[in-house]
């Protein structure tokens, strides 16, 4: 929001007649969704940080060595995991 938006919302909020645990209730709410915004936006900058964290050689070698595993052949040995 703009100046002028966050402006008109704060005169029309003032115009309200709103007892203080509305007053509270209300500032609790925008609190709490400033801080789920700050969480998301947190996440969502761990997770661009991680893009690149596989590219160049050593993402390409994990790649190759990946498809490699997949045409060898040889049988593998399955192990339960139960015992």
Do not use: C, P
Not at 53 to 75: C, F, K, L, P
Request: charged content about 30%; overall charge negative.
């Amino acid at each position: 929001m703009n100046a002028i938006s966050l402006n008109n919302l704060w005169n029309y909020l003032q115009g309200l007649s709103l007892s203080a645990s509305n007053q509270r209730w209300l500032g609790e709410r925008l609190i709490e969704a400033s801080a789920a915004r700050t969480e998301e936006d947190n996440k969502l900058e761990k997770l661009h940080a991680l893009f690149g964290s596989w590219s160049g050689t050593d993402g390409e070698r994990m790649e190759n060595a990946i498809r490699e595993s997949r045409h060898a052949d040889y049988e593998r040995e399955l192990v339960s995991m139960d015992e």
